[in-house]
């Protein structure tokens, strides 16, 4: 079983922990969270030798990683044979010791065998098309409001208030730290986030941290809150001229406009509709239902003269913004990793926008701590540049630490230290990496995103899917290039169970490539889509082949001349006595999977003459072609029979199958491909063994049943597989002289 995961380990043992007991209770029991923790530690060098042990290393190199082996692991034999054998072989030789040194450290020392869900990171970037990320060129939007002095005491006797809190025992640090970072985010806002809090009803519910600061706020008297009500409107006026240069009155393209607040959001939104008309401005609101949430962006993204999305926290989370090409936040969470999920609303996989989103902060007057938590996040984190999804357990850590100093010193422990934080995270960085690096899984799915995308974009699957449908009655139309529709009449002329399943898709666009589903906001028709699901299950249970007889001109031949192609699936067969083992030591699912890598189903055609010789010419062969003259018999019962009147129809049928069979027999899918799956099997079996033997050496005395159960298995193996065949279709294809088949006809 493979464990799906974008967590990371470090920063997050706890959690991570949690999950590989759900997948292994023996190995990873939930109360030994310190021993865990420790061996996250141990494994840190690990992890960094692992990914440094590339195939261009030269003997030296090679030599010191060995060295570092050697001493973190005096009694791995077999580690420290591959090691030496890497320093000690020829300069050709050594990229393939170095990857199978490599790949044992994997096996062994990894924490678990799992497949990485893709994170948004520099090294992501280079394979899958994720726009990017960068800041725009006016940053900072620059926005004069008379009420910064006055949030600026606030913020500051908070402060005081909490520290007391805090000695006297009140409050612990997490609480007050909690409590600051939002009053410290509400400061930095526009005036209308604090008014907001105070001027509902204080219930004694809600968040704790904004109960918190209502409470205080709430024996501050009314003066401050008079304040901020005096001048709201004017900062929001300011606020939209700013917001109507840059993202209307310029060419920007579409702008996302968010805040933290909803009170905020809205009234931003109320008042660039009072500037500029409701129909250039979209609102994505937590108050709002979720169809009037999908409307506002459907209508933001297909509307040319719907420039703005005006948002709160809402927008944050799950939905896709990728075609942004401006964010502009109109003040910042203090927590980064908020602001690395509101970036990664538009920093996504695209096809048609190739600019990196820009993002720009809006700043109310002279603010020492919005300031410098801006400062933090673009000079540290760098989140405004590249994603930081993968620190988000160690950027919570980092940020606790320094909202306890803030509590103590103020808004200067937010730039204390910005290089010394900047390289604490790049470092936290590799680390991650190698050690993501170590657990991925292992050489046999190396590829396996490669393939998928592969997949994506071969129209082979697609075309062979058009073709069935068609031929069972099926009128298609392409409503877009990579698209398909299915009209509902005429009927599918398949049983009608196979119909019923079908159903929900006709008269649906269906995407026939990732670019196309993409583009169009389509499902994708690929394995794992109901359609396609529906018509393989079909398909493998039916019994029903296809047949066909087709005429073919061939000068010079006369009377027409049979020939007879079967289409053979040949794959894998019982092999009863090797899955009984499998079964009784609980690696049956194992087993299908390796012989399927092993030998995979694989079409087989073959065409003879009626005497059963084999055909390997090319009016034998090659596909029905209209264009070249080929002509369907299928419709026409009386030019067949003519055609075949000279021949023992009914003997030359009955015996081409067995023909057929014995063409397939000298096949290498029937010779040696049975005899190479052995092997090949035969060889995983022995590279789990190897593993399990490794890690058992290494402590995880969980697997010993796991090694008993393969080596069972190994012993069970047999010299060949079995193989199974069945007949997906047969037909007759009969070649003659056209000039002569002219005659005939006349």
């Excluded at 600051?180 to 009803?201: I, Q």
């Excluded at 600061?213 to 809150?225: C, F, N, P, Q």
């Excluded at 938590?373 to 850590?397: H, I, P, T």
Aim: charged share 25%; glycine share 6%.
């Amino acid at each position: 079983m493979l464990l799906l995961s974008a967590t990371p380990v470090r920063s997050n043992e706890v959690a991570f922990l949690d999950l590989l007991n759900l997948l292994d209770p023996e190995n990873y029991p939930r109360d030994d969270v310190e021993s865990f923790v420790d061996r996250v530690r141990i494994r840190d060098q690990v992890a960094l030798i692992h990914e440094a042990l590339t195939d261009d290393l030269d003997r030296f190199d090679v030599s010191l990683y060995a060295d570092q082996l050697a001493q973190t692991f005096p009694h791995d034999d077999a580690l420290q044979s591959r090691a030496k054998h890497a320093v000690r072989c020829s300069d050709d030789e050594r990229p393939d010791a170095v990857r199978r040194l490599r790949h044992y450290l994997s096996r062994t020392y990894r924490l678990h065998h799992r497949l990485l869900r893709t994170r948004r990171s520099r090294r992501i970037g280079a394979h899958f098309d994720v726009r990017g990320r960068w800041c725009a060129e006016s940053f900072v939007v620059e926005v004069a409001d008379e009420t910064d002095r006055l949030r600026r005491n606030l913020a500051d006797a908070f402060r005081m208030h909490l520290a007391e809190q805090l000695e006297t025992g009140v409050l612990d640090e997490a609480q007050a730290a909690a409590a600051f970072a939002r009053m410290a985010a509400m400061c930095g806002s526009h005036p209308t986030a604090l008014l907001s809090l105070t001027e509902s009803t204080w219930t004694g519910t809600g968040d704790p941290s904004d109960l918190l600061v209502a409470a205080w706020l709430s024996s501050r008297g009314d003066h401050w809150r008079r304040e901020l009500r005096a001048y709201a409107s004017s900062v929001t006026d300011r606020l939209v001229m700013a917001l109507d240069r840059m993202a209307i009155t310029k060419d920007r393209g579409k702008v996302v406009v968010i805040s933290a607040f909803s009170a905020v959001a809205e009234a931003v939104a109320d008042a660039l509709v009072r500037r500029r008309g409701e129909h250039r401005v979209a609102t994505h609101l937590d108050h709002h239902s979720r169809s009037e949430q999908f409307d506002a962006v459907e209508r933001w993204r297909s509307q040319a003269e719907c420039r703005v999305l005006v948002s709160d926290a809402s927008a944050e989370e799950g939905i896709n913004l990728q075609t942004a090409s401006v964010i502009v936040h109109l003040d910042l969470p203090w927590e980064a990793f908020r602001v690395e999920q509101r970036i990664g609303r538009a920093d996504r996989f695209v096809t048609d926008n190739d600019l990196p989103v820009e993002s720009a902060v809006v700043m109310y007057g002279e603010q020492p701590l919005a300031r410098n938590w801006l400062a933090y996040l673009r000079e540290a984190c760098g989140v405004f540049d590249a994603s930081v999804s993968s620190l988000q357990y160690a950027l919570a850590d980092m940020e606790a630490a320094m909202l306890r100093r803030v509590l103590r010193d103020g808004a200067g422990a937010l730039t204390a230290d910005l290089p010394g934080q900047k390289e604490e995270l790049a470092e936290e960085a590799r680390r991650i990496v190698a050690h993501d690096s170590l657990d991925s899984v292992g050489s046999q799915h190396d590829d396996l995103n490669k393939r998928v995308r592969y997949a994506d974009t071969d129209r082979t699957l697609a075309s062979a899917l058009k073709t069935w449908l068609e031929g069972v009655g099926a009128r298609l139309t392409e409503p877009h290039e990579g698209t398909m529709r299915i009209a509902r009449k005429p009927r599918l002329q398949v049983p009608f169970s196979l119909e019923q399943k079908v159903a929900p898709w006709l008269d649906e666009e269906l995407a026939l490539t990732r670019t196309a589903a993409v583009r169009h906001r389509r499902p994708i028709v690929r394995a794992g889509h109901g359609l396609f699901d529906a018509v393989a299950e079909h398909l493998q249970a039916t019994d029903r082949g296809v047949a066909f007889a087709f005429w073919r001109p061939v000068a010079g031949v006369w009377p027409p001349e049979p020939l007879f192609r079967t289409d053979f699936l040949v794959r894998v067969g019982e092999n009863a006595r090797l899955h009984g083992v499998a079964t009784q030591n609980g690696l049956a699912d194992w087993l299908t999977a390796a012989i399927e890598n092993a030998m995979p189903p694989v079409v087989e055609s073959v065409t003879v003459r009626r005497d059963g010789t084999e055909v390997t010419a090319a009016e034998g062969t090659r596909p029905f072609s209209q264009r070249r003259g080929d002509r369907n018999l299928m419709a026409g019962t009386d030019q067949f029979a003519d055609l075949t009147a000279h021949l023992d129809w009914r003997a030359l049928c009955s015996r081409a199958l067995g023909h057929a069979r014995t063409v397939l027999a000298r096949r290498q899918c029937f010779d040696e491909a049975p005899m190479e799956a052995a092997g090949a099997l035969s060889e995983a079996i022995e590279g789990q063994l190897e593993t399990l033997r490794a890690r058992n050496d290494a402590g995880n005395r969980g697997d010993i049943s796991q090694q008993i159960g393969f080596e069972r298995l190994a012993a069970a193996v047999p010299g060949q597989l079995d193989v199974a065949w069945e007949v997906l279709g047969c037909g007759a294809i009969l070649c003659g002289d056209p000039a002569r088949m002219r005659t005939a006809n006349a």
